[in-house]
C-alpha cells in the first residue's frame, strides 16, 4: 500500500499513547466524523439498496439529536474538527436544520458538510447557508432525465438541478459525487464534468463499492477509472493534497472547477484515513468496511458518563483495522449491506 499523503497525518502528536485523541495503532489520528442521521431515502439508487428499499429500522432505536450532539461534544474532545452529515436522505429526517445548528454551536467542530441526493434540498439552501453549512456534497450519476431515473428508480433529476444552481447562486461550496456504473457512458462522465466548466465545482468519480443491500456479493468490477478518466480528459494534471482525503484531485485548462476520482473499492487511500461512522442506530465503524466496532446507543442508553465514552471510543479507534480490506475479511460477510445503513 502506497500513499504520499499518509505522512501529512502523523508526528508527534499522533502517538497511539497520546491520551488527548483519537489514534489507532497504525499512527492515523481521526479528525472527521460521519454521522448518518437517518436510514430513509426517497431515492432507490440501483447501486445502494434494492427497489423495495431497506427495511427499516423503528425511530426509538435511532439516536436522536440530543444523543448525537453529546456525541460529537465527546468526539470533539478526542479532536475531531470536522463533521459530515448523511443518510439515508438527511433531509428526510425532521428538524435537520436546527440539528445542523446545534452540531455548529459545538467547541472544536470547525466545520460541517452535508451529503444529499438534492432532491429536497432546493427548499432549504438559505437555511443552510444561515446555519453555517461548510459546504454540499450533491450525489448525482447522470445529467440525462432517463437514465437518472433507470439509475434512481424516481424521476426527480429538475429537483436536484434545482438544489445544484441554488447551491451555486447562494455561494455554498458545492461537490457533485458520481458513481461510476458497468453502463456509465464517457459522454456522462463529460457532461458531468461540464458542470464545473464555468463555475468552481469539483466532480468527483467514485468506483461502485460492494454495498448494495443485495442478498450476495457482487464480483466488482470498476475497470481502472483513473485510466478511463485520463484517457477522456489527457490533460488533466492532479494536485497535490495538503489534507487526508478519499478523493484524488486534477485540474483541466479551461475549467473553473476540478475533477476527483473516490477509489473506494480499490482503496488505496486507507494510509491516510482520518475518519469514522456512525450508522442511524448508533454503531461506530472505524472502517467502512468493518462490521461495527462498538454500539454507542447500547452505550449511551446505559448511562455511561462522557468519560467512560471517550475511553471506549479510544479502544475502539486503537484497534482499527489496518486497512478495508483486512477489515472486509474480518467481518467475513456474505451479503452486501446497503449504503442507505452505513451512510457512504
Ligand atoms: N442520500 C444522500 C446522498 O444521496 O448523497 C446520502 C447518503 S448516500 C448512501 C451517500 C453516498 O454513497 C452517495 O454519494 C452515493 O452515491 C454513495 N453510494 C451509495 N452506494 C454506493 C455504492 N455501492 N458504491 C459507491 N458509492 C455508493
Redesign the pocket.
Known amino acids: 500500500m502506497t500513499d504520499r499523503r499518509s505522512e501529512d497525518n502523523r508526528g508527534e502528536a499522533a502517538s497511539p499513547h497520546n491520551p488527548a485523541f483519537l489514534v489507532d495503532k497504525n499512527g492515523r489520528r481521526i479528525t472527521y466524523l460521519r454521522l ?1 442521521v437517518t436510514d430513509r ?1 426517497d ?1 432507490r ?1 440501483r ?2 439498496c434494492p427497489e423495495a428499499g431497506i427495511p427499516l429500522v423503528p425511530h426509538d432505536q435511532i439516536l436522536t439529536f440530543e444523543e448525537l450532539v453529546r456525541l460529537v461534544e465527546v468526539f470533539a474532545r478526542l479532536g475531531v474538527n470536522k463533521v459530515r452529515l ?5 433531509f428526510a429526517r425532521q428538524g435537520l436544520i436546527t440539528f445542523i445548528k446545534m452540531v455548529r454551536a459545538i467547541s472544536g467542530i470547525d466545520s460541517l458538510y452535508l ?3 438534492g432532491v429536497q434540498a432546493a427548499g432549504y439552501l438559505d437555511d443552510l447557508k444561515e446555519a453555517g453549512i461548510s459546504g454540499l ?3 448525482l ?1 447522470t445529467l440525462d432525465s432517463s437514465r437518472y431515473k433507470e439509475i434512481t428508480r424516481r424521476d426527480r433529476l429538475s429537483e436536484v438541478m434545482r438544489t445544484f444552481h441554488g447551491a451555486i447562486e447562494r455561494n455554498i461550496p458545492i461537490k457533485v ?3 461510476v456504473m458497468e453502463d456509465t457512458k464517457d459522454s456522462e462522465i463529460a457532461d458531468l464534468v461540464g458542470l464545473g466548466k464555468k463555475d468552481s465545482v469539483t466532480v468527483r468519480f ?7 443491500g443485495a442478498d450476495h456479493i457482487a464480483k466488482m468490477d470498476n475497470g481502472n477509472l483513473l485510466d478511463r478518466l485520463r484517457k477522456i480528459f489527457p490533460e488533466m494534471v492532479e494536485e497535490h493534497a495538503d489534507i487526508p482525503s478519499t478523493a484524488r484531485v486534477f485540474t483541466l485548462p479551461g475549467y473553473q472547477g476540478k475533477l476527483g476520482v473516490i477509489e ?2 480499490s482503496r488505496h487511500f486507507c494510509r491516510s484515513c482520518n475518519k469514522v461512522r456512525i450508522t442511524p442506530t448508533g454503531i461506530l465503524k472505524t472502517c467502512l468496511y468493518d462490521d461495527g466496532t462498538l454500539d454507542l446507543r447500547e452505550v449511551l442508553r446505559a448511562g455511561c458518563k462522557d468519560e467512560e465514552i471517550a475511553e471506549l471510543l479510544k479502544r475502539s479507534v486503537r484497534s482499527r483495522a489496518s486497512d478495508g480490506h483486512a477489515a472486509e475479511k474480518k467481518s467475513g460477510r456474505f451479503s ?1 449491506p ?3 445503513g ?3
Open positions: 448518518s431515502c431515492l439508487c447501486y445502494c448523511t443518510g439515508g436522505e438527511p451529503t444529499t441526493n456534497n450533491l450525489s450519476d459525487n458520481s458513481v467514485i468506483e461502485k463499492m460492494p454495498f448494495s473506494g473499492n452486501e446497503s449504503m442507505a452505513i451512510g457512504g
